[in-house]
């Protein structure tokens, strides 16, 4: 399945922003949908991650209480909002999808087959 994530910027320190993460298929059903962030020198990273079946939401320490993922909708549309930016959220952010991923596994990139192509936030201090 191809993914297009989108809404990334320059955005200053305390500001938000929101991410779109849109399927090619029709429907985000019976998908697990994350998003994922690689900063300058530094590893990719879980940031958050939402079972389409029962809504179930996830999110990494480092985030949690200022992002909230969620669904769109329209059921092939996964939204990042993301509030109270900081400098050290700076980073290419990535969405990724795959079909029954359990729920000891979504914070691992390697569950995820299909990835977008990345959308760059830059948080400014």
């Known amino acids: 399945v191809q993914l297009q994530a989108s809404g990334g910027g320059l955005v200053q320190a305390g500001g938000s922003l929101r991410l779109s993460c849109t399927t090619s298929?029709?429907?985000?059903?019976?998908?697990?949908v994350a998003w994922f962030r690689r900063a300058p020198g530094k590893e990719r990273e879980f940031v958050a991650a939402i079972r389409w079946s029962g809504g179930h939401t996830y999110y990494a320490d480092s985030v949690k209480g200022r992002f909230t993922i969620s669904k769109g909708s329209a059921d092939n549309t996964v939204f990042l909002q993301m509030n109270s930016l900081k400098p050290e959220d700076t980073a290419v952010y990535y969405c990724?999808?795959?079909?029954?991923?359990?729920?000891?596994?979504?914070?691992?990139?390697?569950?995820?087959?299909?990835w977008g192509q990345g959308t760059l936030v830059t948080v400014s201090s």
């Open positions: 990724a999808a795959h079909r029954g991923v359990i729920v000891s596994a979504l914070s691992s990139s390697n569950a995820y087959r299909s």
């Open positions: 298929e029709r429907t985000f059903r019976t998908y697990a």
